[in-house]
């Protein structure tokens, strides 16, 4: 998350463990930008983002936080990241 305020809470309140990277850098149609959380989301062991996280300036960061939780980590390097609200697994 880039929100300080949610970063703040979850570490006061043992909320779930978050990772303060900078704002911006997300594509949001029709917005100034979006949100980290809205490009991906966990399918299975592995964190699946929609775009080139590589591109992100927090990258190495966000790997390191990824890798320590024993996740992999899926993106797609010839794509812009885009918050497209999240991504979900489908299980039936």
Do not use: W
Not at 6 to 30: F, K
Not at 58 to 84: H, Q
Request: glycine content about 18%; overall charge negative.
């Amino acid at each position: 998350t880039f929100d300080m305020g949610i970063a703040r809470a979850c570490r006061e309140h043992g909320g779930p463990q978050v990772l303060l990277v900078r704002p911006g850098h997300v594509l949001l149609p029709g917005y100034e930008c979006g949100f980290i959380g809205g490009t991906g989301g966990r399918i299975g062991n592995e964190i699946v983002f929609n775009g080139d996280l590589s591109a992100h300036p927090d990258y190495g960061a966000i790997r390191d936080f990824i890798s320590e939780r024993g996740l992999g980590l899926v993106y797609f390097k010839d794509e812009p990241l885009t918050d497209i609200g999240s991504v979900i697994e489908e299980v039936f």
